[in-house]
């Protein structure tokens, strides 16, 4: 089993950066897949962006090159950093695991999810 919670959001203004953490705790040792998707009001939860051992690295389309995902295992963390931020990039923000090499883009192919942390862009 493991347990995931996300923090660093907040409001930022168009343009700005923001960092998000994902802290993992429990059989931290077996996952292999870390996600992120995000969601916003009246939308459906989408895929963000994805780092795996055995996998390696995804990116939807509208976040490359502004987004890059990363993970400290020694601090059993996963991190997405945000960068030339949007109004569009407001949603709820959701950090995903499994232990499987994950390379769908679904989020019913992640076992185990964090609460969610918001992040609103606004001038």
């Known amino acids: 089993q493991v347990q995931l919670v996300e923090s660093g959001g907040g409001l930022v203004q168009p343009g700005g950066s923001l960092r998000l953490s994902c802290a993992a705790s429990g059989r931290t040792f077996s996952v292999d897949t870390i996600a992120w998707f995000r969601q916003a009001p009246g939308q459906e939860r989408e895929f963000v962006a994805r780092?795996?051992?055995?996998?390696?690295?995804d990116y939807e389309d509208s976040v490359k090159g502004r987004f890059t995902i990363s993970r400290d295992n020694a601090k059993n963390t996963g991190y997405l950093q945000m960068n030339s931020l949007k109004a569009e990039d407001t949603a709820v923000y959701y950090c995903?695991?499994?232990?499987?090499?994950?390379?769908?883009?679904?989020?019913?192919?992640?076992?185990?999810w964090g609460q969610g942390t918001q992040v609103t862009v606004s001038s």
């Open positions: 995903a695991a499994d232990t499987a090499a994950v390379i769908s883009r679904r989020a019913d192919r992640y076992d185990y």
């Open positions: 780092i795996s051992r055995r996998s390696g690295l």
